[in-house]
């Protein structure tokens, strides 16, 4: 539900801390390439170190 939220709302990031389910190569290639045949744009799903900086390993 929140991928979609997000897809269809144009936000362009969505954070997670979830590795098993949401931030992992396979889900995020899946969303994007569904995304693509509805026609909406790419949504980046992130870890948050990566918008703020730092090291995963520092939480």
């Known amino acids: 539900m929140h991928i979609a939220y997000a897809v269809v709302n144009n936000i ?3 954070v997670s801390w ?3 389910h949401f931030v992992n190569i396979k889900t995020i290639n899946m969303v994007n390439s569904i995304n693509m045949v509805l026609g909406y744009r790419q949504v980046q799903i992130v870890p948050p170190s990566m918008l703020l900086g ?3 390993d520092d939480r």
Do not use: M, P, R
């Open 12 to 14: 362009d990031y969505i």
């Open 18 to 20: 979830n590795f098993k």
């Open 54 to 56: 730092g090291d995963e």
